[in-house]
């Protein structure tokens, strides 16, 4: 099984950025072969896809963080990362690396297509 370690978040204010990061260990061959990605959670409310990426190189991200948020991974180090910049209040949330046994193309990532989790580290957008 794989382990995921999440690091980089904190308190920002709006407009400032931050950048998640998710370190996969241990049997990492769905982190390296299929869609990997970012999922985040206000208290109360379900988990909601973020930005994905796979190793066929296709990228996805929700239309509310299009154009602000940048995903990435480095495949020789097994780390994931995740640029947030023109952060918003409403981006306040804690943010989940997850795991997939699919590829990003297709349907809409959802937290049923999860295999494992991360932790959560938490982002806090506020002045």
């Known amino acids: 099984q794989v382990q995921l370690l999440e690091s980089g978040g904190g308190s920002v204010q709006p407009g400032g950025s931050l950048r998640l990061s998710c370190a996969a260990s241990g049997n990492v061959y769905d982190f390296v072969t299929y869609c990997v990605g970012w999922f985040r959670q206000v208290a109360e409310k379900g988990r909601e896809g973020v930005a994905f990426i796979d190793n066929l190189g296709t990228q996805r991200y929700s239309d509310f963080v299009k154009d602000r948020f940048n995903i990435s991974r480095d495949s020789l180090k097994n780390i994931l990362s995740l640029h947030m910049e023109n952060l918003k209040p409403d981006d306040t949330a804690t943010y989940y690396c997850?795991?997939?046994?699919?590829?990003?193309?297709?349907?809409?990532?959802?937290?049923?297509?999860?295999?494992?989790w991360g932790q959560g580290t938490q982002v806090t957008v506020s002045s």
């Open positions: 997850a795991t997939t046994r699919r590829h990003c193309h297709g349907s809409p990532l959802e937290d049923w297509d999860v295999i494992n």
